[in-house]
């Protein structure tokens, strides 16, 4: 039973144009959310999260978008770059553990 | 200066074999983690522990076993490897009750013959 959800395990861009990951979860009580990014042969690394209470938050190129009420969350990357090339795990948090990780999804970003 | 180091990188051995893979943390974290990446990908939490609890995924055989000496490592024990248990293990910390994010390390891929 997936309580994280990426639905596409793959997603190929254009340098310079939007990247929009996508990730849906089950469990309304989750309260904190969090993408990692992670290269090959290397752990997952913090990107950028978002708490329940808000609706987005931004860093940079990243955008993370929250809607509560369709259990939905996105990674906006703007511009993307050939560095952004990895595979993106959406994370969600119960009361600051319990974390949950979705099945990633490996963003390509092509020159 | 690696912040969440595991060793080794990678570990090949037969089946039925004890094996442990140590990890170390040095960010004064409270609370250290194990994952399990399977053949599919997926992360899956396997134990969590700080020096007052261990939280165990009921799912996780109890040929697996955490050791914490201190609050900065958490080595995983197996006994008794199987063919299934082939994977990458991630070791990870956070500060809890902060929502601090995780910490990894860069993984040991486990590999039984």
């Known amino acids: 039973d997936q309580q994280v959800k990426q639905n596409s395990p793959s997603l190929s861009v254009q340098e310079g144009r939007i990247s929009i990951l996508n990730c849906d979860y089950t469990?309304?009580?989750?309260?904190?959310f969090l993408w990692y990014k992670k290269y090959p042969a290397e752990g997952p690394t913090f990107l950028i999260s978002?708490?329940?209470?808000?609706d987005k938050n931004e860093d940079g190129r990243f955008t993370v978008f929250l809607n509560k009420s369709a259990k939905h969350l996105s990674l906006h990357i703007v511009p993307s770059q050939p560095g952004d090339s990895a595979v993106y795990f959406c994370?969600?948090?119960?009361?600051?553990?319990?974390?949950?990780f979705g099945p990633g999804t490996r963003l390509s970003v092509l020159p | 200066d690696t912040a969440v180091s595991q060793t080794p990188k990678y570990l090949v051995t037969q089946m039925g074999n004890d094996k442990s893979i140590k990890c170390e943390q040095n960010?004064?974290?409270?609370?250290m983690y194990w994952y399990k990446q399977d053949s599919k990908k997926f992360l899956k939490i396997m134990f969590s522990y700080n020096n007052k609890e261990l939280i165990i995924n009921e799912t996780v055989p109890n040929r697996f076993s955490p050791k914490s000496p201190d609050k900065a490592h958490l080595n995983l024990h197996i006994n008794s490897l199987e063919l299934g248990d082939s994977a990458v293990y991630f070791c990870?910390?956070?500060?809890?009750?902060?929502?601090?994010?995780?910490?990894f390390g860069d993984g040991t891929r486990l590999s039984i013959l």
């Open positions: 990870a910390s956070s500060q809890v009750a902060s929502n601090q994010p995780q910490h």
């Open positions: 960010l004064g974290h409270d609370t």
């Open positions: 994370a969600a948090m119960l009361y600051g553990q319990n974390f949950v």
């Open positions: 469990n309304s009580m989750f309260d904190y």
């Open positions: 978002i708490s329940s209470i808000k």
